[in-house]
T-cell receptor, first 112, second 109 residues
């Protein structure tokens, strides 16, 4: 595997379900990001981790819970989501915080 | 807040040139990025400008005017594979990127 990978690529869940999105980067980077991309809207930054420490929590509802166990892996734990949370969730990484970001292919999430 | 504007859609013919404009009003400025995103795929980095002027990279060029809060991405010799969404993003501080909504470019034969 190369670059930034995300699993699953597609996820359909009910509002009472609990699921997790996984991101893995194979680039030796130290910073990782979660973004939300809704149709026809700009990418919204959700969370930022640098050296496994969270440095940004961009007013995201608590039903989204990030976890960064090491510099290569980033998770987004989901519980009691709403239909308006349906979107493409993109993970990105960068060498350090102010470098170019490399994106994963995203997880297309549908909340029923 | 941050305000980044770019056209929603553009259409051009194969072999032609298309210019995608981006205007921004942000609380700070520490560089402007252009990304390409094909449907269902990851955004991929195209260009970065932090100083005024033109940066050329093959068929793609990007221009920045900081005093005008303006950038454009120029795509030359358009190919069918250039049909994609093009995202303008401004780094307004140490690392935070603020994105425009993207411009969908359709290349027709």
């Amino acid at each position: 595997e190369t670059g930034v990978t995300q699993t699953p690529r597609h996820l359909v869940m009910g509002m009472t379900n609990k699921k997790s999105l996984k991101c893995e980067q194979h680039l030796g980077h130290n910073a990782m990001y979660w973004y939300k991309q809704s149709a026809k809207k700009p990418l919204e930054l959700m969370f930022v981790y640098s050296l496994e420490e969270r440095v940004e929590n961009n007013s995201v509802p608590s039903r989204f819970s990030p976890e960064c166990p090491n510099s290569s892996h980033l998770f987004l734990h989901l519980h009691t989501l709403q239909p308006e949370d349906s979107a493409l969730y993109l993970c990105a990484s960068s060498q350090v915080l102010d470098n170019e970001q490399f994106f994963g292919p995203g997880t297309r999430l549908t909340v029923l | 807040g941050q305000n980044i504007d770019q056209p929603t859609e553009m259409t051009a013919t194969e072999g032609a040139i298309v210019q995608i404009n981006c205007t921004y009003q942000t609380s700070g400025f520490n560089g402007l990025f252009w990304y390409q995103q094909h449907a269902g795929e990851a955004p991929t980095f195209l260009s970065y400008n932090v100083l005024d002027g033109l940066e050329e990279k093959g068929r793609f060029s990007s221009f920045l005017s900081r005093s005008k809060g303006y950038s454009y991405l120029l795509l030359k010799e358009l190919q069918m594979k250039d049909s994609a969404s093009y995202l303008c993003a401004v780094r307004d501080g140490d690392y935070k990127l603020s994105f425009g909504a993207g411009t969908t470019v359709t290349v027709r034969a």
